[in-house]
């Protein structure tokens, strides 16, 4: 028998009602916010970064295709990495839809990692993935605060989610085959737990007007929340997120052989 809260139907209706009113709260609260983000001043970007992309060698402002704006994905996957990061990959797998309807909305979505190209290409094809996908050098990821050296790492140097981190604490003999979240996850990925750190996720957007690039907004760690659509809906399942047993997801061709 459950022990979760039971009542009848008038009961159930009345709690509804009472929630409704603290959604549509929120759901003015996330409007002002968007209204917010876009009132943001803008900042001129004045270097002239290089990708590796399907169709060659690009600028930041070859990546917005004709159109006026441009988001991108900064997906966790390094230069020696044997793979993408789980997480990002799980967030990712939301993009395939939706990136077309962006496309055909003026807004061009590109996930930009440090992996060489035909890395990432490699695992594109493993994951059924169609978005486009920029290989990009470190200036560009540290620019935008996701990529960091271990000079930082160890000076206590990094700046992530606007504010200053503690000096990364090493573990010898842990990395990569520890038990947390973090060592798993760098053992997925083929590294050890120090440099699966040197790269985080992040969300920068873009603006292309008059032939100038301005950045527009970078949100990162939990202001990536939104991002992730298996969460939106397990928000609204049952159990919610359930996560009281820890990080539960993997890359989605993975869940068999677990």
Same mark, same amino acid.
Request: one cysteine or more.
């Given at each position: =028998?459950?022990?979760?809260?039971?009542?009848?139907?008038? +009961?159930?209706?009345?709690?509804?009602?009472?929630?409704?009113?603290?959604?549509?709260?929120?759901?003015?609260?996330?409007?002002?916010?968007?209204?917010?983000?876009?009132?943001?001043?803008?900042?001129?970007? /004045?270097? $002239?970064?290089?990708?590796?992309?399907?169709?060659?060698?690009?600028?930041?402002?070859?990546?917005?295709?004709?159109?006026?704006?441009?988001?991108v994905y900064h997906f966790m996957f390094g230069p020696e990495w $044997?793979?993408?990061?789980?997480?990002?990959?799980?967030?990712?797998?939301?993009? !395939?839809?939706?990136?077309?309807?962006?496309?055909?909305?003026?807004? =061009?979505?590109?996930?930009?990692?440090?992996?060489?190209?035909?890395?990432?290409?490699?695992?594109?094809?493993? =994951?059924?993935?169609?978005?486009?996908?920029?290989?990009?050098?470190?200036?560009?990821?540290?620019?935008? !605060?996701?990529? @960091?050296?271990?000079?930082?790492?160890?000076?206590?140097?990094?700046?992530? !989610?606007?504010?200053? +981190?503690?000096? @990364?604490?090493?573990?010898?003999?842990?990395?990569?085959?520890?038990?947390?979240?973090?060592?798993?996850?760098?053992?997925?990925?083929?590294?050890?737990?120090?440099?699966?750190?040197?790269?985080?996720?992040?969300?920068?957007? @873009?603006?292309?007007?008059? /032939?100038?690039?301005?950045?527009?907004?970078?949100?990162?760690?939990?202001?990536?929340?939104?991002?992730? /659509?298996?969460?939106?809906?397990?928000?609204? $399942?049952?159990?919610?997120? !359930?996560?009281? /047993?820890?990080?539960?997801?993997?890359?989605?061709?993975?869940?068999?052989?677990?």
């Amino acid at each position: =028998m459950t022990t979760h809260a039971t009542g009848t139907r008038q +009961e159930w209706l009345a709690a509804r009602l009472e929630l409704l009113q603290a959604e549509k709260e929120l759901t003015r609260r996330a409007d002002e916010l968007a209204r917010r983000r876009r009132e943001l001043p803008w900042l001129r970007v /004045g270097k $002239a970064y290089r990708f590796d992309t399907d169709e060659g060698e690009a600028s930041l402002e070859d990546l917005f295709r004709g159109r006026s704006q441009l988001l991108v994905y900064h997906f966790m996957f390094g230069p020696e990495w $044997a793979a993408g990061c789980p997480s990002c990959s799980m967030l990712a797998d939301g993009f !395939n839809g939706f990136h077309v309807h962006l496309a055909n909305h003026d807004v =061009m979505l590109w996930a930009v990692s440090r992996a060489p190209l035909p890395k990432l290409r490699d695992y594109k094809r493993r =994951m059924g993935w169609s978005f486009p996908w920029a290989s990009s050098g470190d200036d560009f990821g540290s620019d935008f !605060n996701v990529v @960091f050296t271990e000079e930082q790492q160890r000076g206590g140097g990094v700046e992530y !989610n606007y504010r200053r +981190e503690p000096v @990364f604490e090493w573990r010898p003999g842990r990395e990569g085959g520890g038990a947390d979240a973090e060592d798993r996850f760098a053992a997925m990925c083929g590294t050890d737990r120090a440099s699966f750190h040197r790269d985080r996720p992040g969300l920068s957007a @873009f603006a292309l007007e008059d /032939g100038v690039v301005y950045h527009t907004y970078s949100a990162y760690s939990r202001g990536l929340d939104g991002l992730w /659509g298996a969460y939106q809906w397990l928000d609204r $399942a049952p159990k919610g997120r !359930n996560e009281t /047993g820890g990080v539960w997801w993997r890359r989605r061709d993975e869940y068999a052989a677990a």
